[in-house]
């Protein structure tokens, strides 16, 4: 019997050294530099808790934190509606809409298409002077002044949500498809045959047995959003301009780590993002099934 | 048809496994391959690869080049430095990141024998010389070129507005701030712009008073030269001297042919920019690429100060274990007369070696400039620069200035405001810096 469990420590061992080595081991050293000064070269000296101390009292990361949290939370909202509006759409058994796999893929392609490719292209289209966008407004009198999108702090961060919606609604919308079809339709025809609105089946019967998948959609998003970097790093000058609006924590940690050679406190700022993902995540699930659980055991 | 299924998952994570085994088999050929190469150079552009094909027919030897986009040049390098395991043994350097890799020692000391690089000093541009410098003062890096900046601008309308398409005449209007401003409001009259944008002048705020943006005491100085530059900044906005066409910019670079539009209280007007602010590789690499109509019709000439932007710098990195042919290749790009002869000649770049370029500044003349000896123009304004002001704080701090001029042209912010910000922007990059309080 001992030989034949010693094989399976075989089978799984490549997995365990790859992730060891490439995961495991850069999380601890991390941690590691999280109490020392160092620069990137040279030796790390131990500081102790100075680097936390700091990061405690840095207004950078608290203005990092809250941006983030404006950018991605009008994103989601926008995002999570859209798909549940278009998933409503698409699923309705008296609409009958064709060309599902056709609209899928539609919805889908804004997520293909290179991070660098989406900001150099909306850079050109919210252009203050030579934009599209502006231009448009401007010929059909919305304004009577060109609007400086990506020079004034809340359009720029409106603009970057909007942007990450485009981005993101086509792939909620499938995964919210995907768990509507899940539905047994046997419920749509009771409830139609018992005179329930359109309304009244969307609130009863759709939303309630979605919430895992929105749930899912809402920690895989969130865990995300928290890391939102590229757009904001491409889209203006890399630092958070305009007024330092679009700084996020990954974005603030990747200018101290990489720009700044702050890489003792970039791994503070880590760890700092870490604990705030993994506080949110838990509130998230709790919100969700918390009450579920509770009424569980008194049944 | 479960089972069926089952069997073909089974089919394809085999398949997987197996096409990750014949990756593995692929990459451990490649490492053979490594072994043929004799000289790994990594570079952030693509400009060594003819240098570098003819310095393996003169050897008859194989060098790897491997270019890394200057975004991530810092960041990808850095742990091959440290690290040893696959490094190059010759290495470009950015003037961005320059005065960082001089004295972090990544370079190999090239005052020390057998390189002795001190010896050919007086050969170079002094400015080139000195930036390849580390803190002691040892040689860590050499150049081949130098890249003093200019203002470039159009003749047919420095004629119609100034009389006189003449760069020295034109310069000599341009030699100051106030000169500056006072041929912006006659272009303005015209209907011409000055500049693309504000950012254009920001070469000039160093004024007549040109200071690092950190002393040897560490402490972050902003000389009123600069602080005076957030006002001449807002003078070019206020007075609509610019086409408001950011650098880099799509109209930015339509301006150099074409007029463009700009909107500006609540009026539209087209207007052709005047002049573009910009170095030695500005006239091969920006103007050139994206001028057609205009072409012959530019002159080059100086503005208020003296400046130089950018510049490429090389040398030996100190775990090579083939540092001789390394400087051999570091030696034919900055000291081989044959090869740089003939490198200036093919692509216009001002060479940083007076040997070379004393033999052939006389007779350059460029067809775009309209017959204008640029050549020696730049190694003229290379001689008046200053290079005991370029810091490792260099690039983010002008970022960060920037980021300050912007607030106060746009209005969002006070002069003091500005300054404050930038002040703290500082202190939170560097906390070593000692900066001023206020």
New interface residues.
């Given amino acids: 019997m001992k030989n034949v469990n010693k094989y399976g420590y075989f089978f799984i061992a490549p997995f365990w050294i790859i992730f060891l080595i490439f995961s495991i081991y850069p999380v601890a050293l991390t941690f590691y530099y999280s109490f020392t000064n160092y620069t990137?070269?040279g030796v790390a000296e131990v500081v102790g808790l100075a680097n936390y101390k700091?990061l405690f009292t840095?207004t950078?990361f608290v203005e990092a934190f809250f941006n983030t949290w404006k950018i991605w939370g009008i994103n989601f909202i926008l995002q999570i509606g859209l798909a549940l509006i278009l998933a409503l759409i698409f699923s309705d058994m008296r609409m009958k809409l064709r060309g599902l796999a056709f609209f899928r893929s539609i919805f889908y392609l804004p997520n293909l298409i290179t991070i660098s490719s989406v900001a150099l292209l909306f850079?050109?289209l919210l252009?203050?002077?030579?934009g599209s966008l502006?231009m448009i407004l401007?010929k059909i009198g919305l304004i009577?002044?060109?609007i400086?999108w990506l020079?004034e702090p809340t359009t720029a961060q409106l603009s970057v949500s909007l942007i990450l919606t485009w981005m993101w609604f086509g792939h909620s919308f499938i995964v919210v498809m995907a768990g509507v079809s899940g539905i047994s339709k046997d419920y749509y025809e009771a409830a139609l045959i018992d005179g329930a609105n359109r309304f009244q089946t969307f609130t009863k019967i759709t939303l309630p047995l979605l919430k895992p998948i929105l749930l899912y959609i809402m920690i895989t998003s969130l865990i995300g959003g928290l890391q939102l970097f590229d757009l904001p790093m491409l889209i203006t000058?890399g630092?958070g301009?305009?007024?330092g609006s679009l700084n996020t924590m990954v974005l603030y940690l990747y200018?101290?780590a990489?720009?700044?050679?702050?890489y003792g406190?970039a791994s503070a700022v880590a760890y700092g993002l870490f604990v705030i993902t993994l506080i949110f995540s838990a509130i998230v699930f709790k919100g969700m099934y918390g009450k579920e659980r509770k009424q569980a055991r008194q049944v | 048809m479960k089972k069926f299924l089952a069997l073909f998952m089974t089919a394809v994570l085999l398949a997987g496994v197996l096409a990750g085994c014949s990756g593995g088999s692929e990459s451990a050929g490649s490492k053979d391959k490594d072994k043929d190469v004799d000289l790994k150079v990594w570079s952030f552009t693509d400009e060594l690869k003819k240098p570098i094909t003819k310095f393996e027919e003169k050897n008859g030897i194989k060098v790897e080049l491997t270019i890394v986009p200057i975004a991530d040049y810092?960041?990808k390098l850095?742990p091959v430095l440290?690290s040893g395991v696959g490094a190059p043994d010759v290495f470009t350097g950015e003037i961005a990141f320059l005065k960082?890799w001089v004295d972090?020692g990544y370079w190999e000391n090239l005052s020390e024998d057998p390189y002795n690089a001190d010896e050919i000093k007086d050969k170079y541009v002094p400015y080139v010389f000195d930036l390849g410098k580390d803190e002691d003062g040892n040689v860590r890096a050499l150049s081949w070129q130098t890249t003093p900046g200019g203002v470039f601008y159009k003749r047919s309308i420095a004629k119609e507005v100034l009389g006189t398409d003449d760069p020295a005449e034109v310069g000599k209007m341009m030699g100051s701030m106030d000169g500056v401003f006072e041929v912006a409001e006659k272009m303005k009259e015209k209907g011409y712009s000055m500049f693309p944008d504000e950012g254009a002048i920001r070469w000039f705020a160093q004024g007549e008073n040109p200071q690092p943006w950190v002393n040897d005491k560490n402490e972050l100085q902003l000389t009123d030269e600069k602080i005076e530059f957030l006002d001449h900044a807002k003078t070019l906005r206020e007075n609509s001297y610019t086409a408001?066409?950011?650098e880099w910019?799509?109209?930015w670079f339509e301006g150099m042919d074409k007029p463009?539009?700009?909107?500006q209280?609540?009026k539209e007007k087209e207007t052709q920019v005047f002049s573009y602010v910009l170095p030695t590789w500005g006239l091969h690499s920006v103007l050139k690429t994206n001028v057609k109509e205009s072409a012959g019709d530019w002159a080059v000439t100086s503005g208020p100060s003296p400046y130089f932007w950018g510049g490429t710098w090389l040398g030996v990195y100190n775990k090579s274990e083939n540092k001789e042919l390394a400087y051999d290749f570091v030696k034919m790009m900055t000291q081989d007369d044959e090869f740089l002869t003939e490198w200036a000649k093919e692509t216009g770049d001002v060479l940083a070696y007076n040997p070379v370029t004393n033999a052939i500044k006389d007779d350059f003349s460029s067809e775009f400039l309209g017959g204008q000896n640029n050549y020696e123009f730049f190694l003229e304004q290379a001689k008046e620069i200053e290079p005991g002001i370029v810091t490792k704080y260099d690039q983010?701090l002008d970022?960060?200035y920037g980021?300050a001029v912007?607030?106060y042209v746009?209005g969002?912010k006070s002069k003091k405001d500005a300054i404050k910000e930038f002040y703290q922007k500082a202190q939170?990059?560097?906390?070593d810096l000692k900066v001023p309080k206020n």
């Fill in positions: 990137g070269s700091r840095d950078y850079g050109i252009d203050w002077q030579h502006n401007l009577s002044e060109p400086n020079n000058d630092i301009s305009p007024d200018n101290q990489f720009k700044y050679n702050n406190y | 810092p960041t850095k440290e960082q972090a408001l066409a950011a910019s799509p109209s463009i539009k700009v909107k209280d609540g983010q970022t960060f980021n912007q607030q746009d969002k939170n990059a560097y906390p």
